[in-house]
């Protein structure tokens, strides 16, 4: 691997000596012992039992016993690469530093380390990659600086606005607790009893839910996020990857016909173009606001239900990232990475978006659960710089975390006996000036279906009968009063939209009739009650 991630022992360091019978390909215990017998265990006689002593049995079987760690609780199926990310040193026409003074940025032609983690978001670690999901977007950069995660998804939007809901929304996407099944009336009674999750049902539904390959995808920060320039001064940021391979989305049927004969598509996609040196290749555009609350636009700039119009904040292309090397060992690299919205750099900086923050503490906090204590010593996590903590021990603790020269007997700070010190930097420190009542509140400026609406009549003919199909079937198993509510809400969204999704599930519901299921009737219910509303 580069860049000093090497996830074998080195050979140089090692005792060459081998004892008789032994050649450097013979296997041994992880102790060292040369092993004689690696087909059968020890027994008593050729036909058992066999005995408690079997060292190297016991090793082998207890070792595999462990191999797994916890999956990610979210976004357990992943693919990943290495590569590198090339600053413009500006943001569109306008040198960079205006907006932010982050090193990654700055000069023309300065390439930074990356490693990105692709995923879907629902199900487990082997699951189907062609299923109706959000995908993730990881990017870990390995600036001079120290790391920056950019920890996206493809869509631009979320289903909530504030962390307290995510344990919700997710439990609702997944499989129900008693049966196991994944239940499309779990995820529509949980999203009709928050509108704010319309507009990314309005994409999920629709072929935009259904990324072909993890190439032909585009990503997304989603959450709001600050640059600081050189003065301290900060403004409002989001960023979009695009990708040059441009993009592709596939139906429900294309996606079952992929999924009846292959499982793995996307990560084999991924994989055999690097290996075949098609590299894939993203622009990193930006979108930047003043840092205010913005009174003029019709929703808050912090929520991450919305788009910011590209009208009137335009895309500004800050770089490009090419993946050109694939993982050497899964597990190490893909499965042991670990990403996460707090690790920024020097000139990028957190908004108060409420999802924000609430991902600021999750992710390292399941990290620690689920790799260990000591999972920012694993070489795919660890920066590619100095690194020097008083920090110790715990569970794996690989090496101390100790700059050259410094006193290994002071593992605390302050000291004068030679120990870590405080940082010089003279960077202008950014320090925004907050105040007001502590309440539990959502923002004000909610308007939670005119983008929605947008977003419907955006889409073309095809992704539109796309939407209301796969909106439809899934609707249709629900209870009445769910489907009543799913209409009214895409009715207030757009007319056209409620009444194609209630003409939908009444016509599923008459072709039910003859076999004489209930519900019908309530459907017809909800479709006059749009109509009586004049939509
Ligand atoms: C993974 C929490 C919202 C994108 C995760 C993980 C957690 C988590 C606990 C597992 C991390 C790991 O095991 O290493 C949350 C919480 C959220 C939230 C609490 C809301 C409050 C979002 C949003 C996005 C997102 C809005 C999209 C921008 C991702 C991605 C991963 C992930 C891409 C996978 C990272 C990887 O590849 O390892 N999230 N998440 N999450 N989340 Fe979130």
């Not at 600053?87 to 907006?99: I, R, T």
């Not at 109706?132 to 870990?140: E, I, L, M, S, Y």
């Not at 596939?250 to 994989?271: C, M, P, R, S, V």
Request: glycine residues 8%; charged residues 25%.
């Amino acid at each position: 691997m580069e860049n000093g991630t090497s996830i074998t022992r080195s050979g140089d360091s090692l005792d060459k000596r081998l004892t008789e019978g032994e050649d450097s390909t013979t296997i041994t215990t992880r102790q060292g012992h040369p092993v004689k017998y690696n087909q059968n265990i020890r027994t008593v006689g050729n036909r058992g039992p066999a005995t408690l002593e079997n060292y190297h049995f016991i090793e082998k079987i207890s070792h595999f016993d462990r191999e797994r760690i916890p999956e990610c609780v979210v976004h357990a199926r992943g693919a990943g690469a290495h590569g590198y990310f090339e600053a413009y040193g500006k943001a569109g026409d306008e040198p960079v530093s205006k907006y932010t003074r982050a090193k990654v940025f700055q000069k023309a032609g300065k390439k930074t380390p990356v490693f990105v983690r692709f995923s879907t978001v629902n199900h487990g670690g082997h699951s189907p990659e062609t299923l109706r999901d959000p995908r993730g977007f990881a990017v870990k950069f390995y600036t001079e600086d120290g790391n920056w995660d950019l920890v996206g998804n493809n869509l631009k939007i979320f289903f909530i606005r504030d962390a307290m809901k995510f344990p919700d929304v997710v439990h609702a996407f997944r499989p129900d607790p008693v049966t196991n099944i994944q239940d499309g009336e779990r995820i529509f009674d949980f999203c009709t009893n928050s509108p704010e999750s319309i507009h990314m049902i309005t994409f999920l539904f629709s072929p935009w839910g259904i990324p072909a390959n993890y190439r032909q995808m585009q990503g997304s920060g989603v959450n709001t996020y600050k640059w600081i320039n050189d003065k301290g001064e900060a403004v409002l940021v989001k960023y979009h990857w695009e990708p040059k391979q441009g993009i592709k989305n596939l139906t429900q049927k294309e996606a079952e016909e992929i999924q009846g004969k292959n499982f793995n598509h996307a990560t084999q996609d991924l994989y055999e173009a690097i290996e075949r040196g098609d590299y894939p290749e993203w622009e990193l555009y930006v979108q930047i606001m003043s840092d205010d609350d913005h009174p003029e636009l019709d929703f808050d700039p912090l929520d991450d239900t919305k788009i910011w119009p590209q009208e009137q904040f335009p895309w500004l292309p800050v770089g490009r990232m090419v993946l050109n090397k694939n993982p050497e060992n899964y597990f190490a690299e893909v499965e042991q990475a670990a990403f996460g919205t707090g690790v920024l750099v020097d000139g990028l900086d957190f908004s108060d978006d409420k999802m924000l923050q609430g991902r600021t503490f999750a992710y390292s906090d399941t990290q620690r659960y689920r790799v260990g204590a000591n999972y920012l010593q694993l070489p795919i996590n660890a920066p590619k710089k100095h690194v020097a903590t008083n920090q110790r021990d715990g569970q794996m603790a690989y090496y101390v975390d100790m700059a050259p020269g410094t006193n290994p007997h002071v593992n605390y700070e302050p000291s004068s006996l030679g120990g870590l010190n405080e940082s010089t930097s003279s960077s202008q420190d950014y320090t925004p000036h907050v105040e007001g009542k502590l309440i539990h509140e959502s923002v004000e400026r909610t308007n939670d279906f005119k983008q929605a609406g947008e977003t419907y009549r955006a889409f073309s003919d095809f992704e539109r009968d796309e939407l209301i199909n796969n909106l439809v079937n899934t609707l249709s198993s629900c209870q009445p009063h769910i489907q009543k509510r799913a209409v009214e809400l895409f009715t207030k969204c757009d007319e056209d939209y409620g009444q194609r999704v209630a003409e939908g599930l009444k016509k599923h519901a008459n072709q039910m009739n003859h076999h004489g299921p209930a519900g019908a009737s309530e459907t017809k219910e909800a479709v006059q009650e749009a109509e009586h509303n004049g939509h």
